[in-house]
T-cell receptor, first 111, second 114 residues
Framework: DAKTTQPPSMDCAEGRAANLPCNHS???????VYWYRQIHSQGPQYIIH???NNETNEMASLIITEDRKSSTLILPHATLRDTAVYYC????????????FGGGTRVLVKP | DVKVTQSSRYLVKRTGEKVFLECVQD?????MFWYRQDPGLGLRLIYF???????EKGDIPEGYSVSREKKERFSLILESASTNQTSMYLC?????????????FGDGTRLSIL
């Protein structure tokens, strides 16, 4: 699985968009980008994933650059409940393939 | 929504005890996983299961076993608990249909071995 690099922390104002970057310059053609988050004392929560096209769901948008070497997770209107550690993962999809979380970005949403 | 339920949020056991952690999912998923999460070590895979009665070792299976007698339930067993097994244990499930589908996690069991 390709290595990812995320900033260790960032603050965001409540109600504003939060843009979380992730670098994955060694990504290969069959690797997908997944985002999870983990709120304190809870299990990881799946957010979104994509291969090369931009994706949107009820939680967030995922923007992947054309060369696929980086991506951005966008939380359109951050709330205090979005305070969490956000993990960007790049992996080959296969049944039984384990997940490996890096350090992630600790996001603090402030009122 | 996918629901993965772990039987206990917090558990305290003694060294040498046999410990059972239970996980149930309600989405008819074929694949189920047990991880442990420790500060500075991230997420580590203990065991996973492709289907009923099938299991595969992950990266750190020593001291653990698993049971999958029914599709919806995946149990993790600590045969003889030791203090170094104090950790957050996370269960996840995933459909076996379509390789891109994500894993969904339960809320975890924080296990303390005294």
């Amino acid at each position: 699985d390709a290595k990812t690099t995320q900033p260790p922390s960032m603050d965001c104002a409540e109600g504003r968009a939060a843009n979380l970057p992730c670098n994955h310059s060694t990504i290969s053609g069959n690797e997908y980008v997944y985002w999870y988050r983990q709120i304190h004392s809870q299990g990881p929560q799946y957010i979104i994933h994509g291969l090369k096209n931009n994706e949107t769901n009820e939680m967030a948008s995922l923007i992947i650059t054309e060369d696929r070497k980086s991506s951005t997770l966008i939380l359109p209107h951050a709330t205090l409940r979005d305070t969490a550690v956000y993990y960007c993962i790049v992996r080959v999809v296969a049944a039984g393939n384990k997940l490996t979380f890096g350090g992630g970005t600790r996001v603090l949403v402030k009122p | 929504d996918v629901k993965v339920t772990q039987s206990s949020r917090y558990l305290v056991k003694r060294t040498g005890e046999k410990v059972f952690l239970e996980c149930v999912q309600d989405m008819d998923h074929e694949n189920m996983f047990w991880y442990r999460q420790d500060p500075g070590l991230g997420l580590r895979l203990i065991y996973f299961s492709y289907d009923v009665k099938m299991k595969e070792k992950g990266d750190i299976p020593e001291g653990y076993s698993v049971s999958r007698e029914k599709k919806e339930r995946f149990s993790l067993i600590l045969e003889s608990a030791s203090t170094n097994q104090t950790s957050m244990y996370l269960c996840a499930s995933r459909t076996g249909q379509g390789g891109t589908q994500p894993q969904h996690f339960g809320d975890g069991t924080r296990l303390s071995i005294l």
